[in-house]
């Protein structure tokens, strides 16, 4: 994700597990999904943007909605 400057969606147990070393932590928190959004300055990833949820899965269009608004941080 952060070489190639694509956002990550995960839904899910299986998901969080995938993404995150610490993700018993997270699932036992009620978070179900992740959106980590890279923010993009001068075509270099600068950093990411990372939102959790407590639902498995995210509502449509939410990272279309997401993306441009995380390039303004």
Do not use: S
């Amino acid at each position: 994700m952060l070489i190639q400057g694509e956002p990550y969606v995960g839904e899910g147990q299986a998901a969080l597990a995938w993404a995150f070393d610490d993700h018993a932590r997270i699932v036992a928190l009620g978070l179900r999904c992740v959106i980590n959004q890279p923010l993009i300055h001068q075509a270099q990833v600068i950093g990411t943007l990372n939102l959790l949820a407590t639902g498995e899965r995210w509502p449509k269009g939410a990272l279309e909605r997401i993306g441009p608004w995380a390039q303004r941080i």
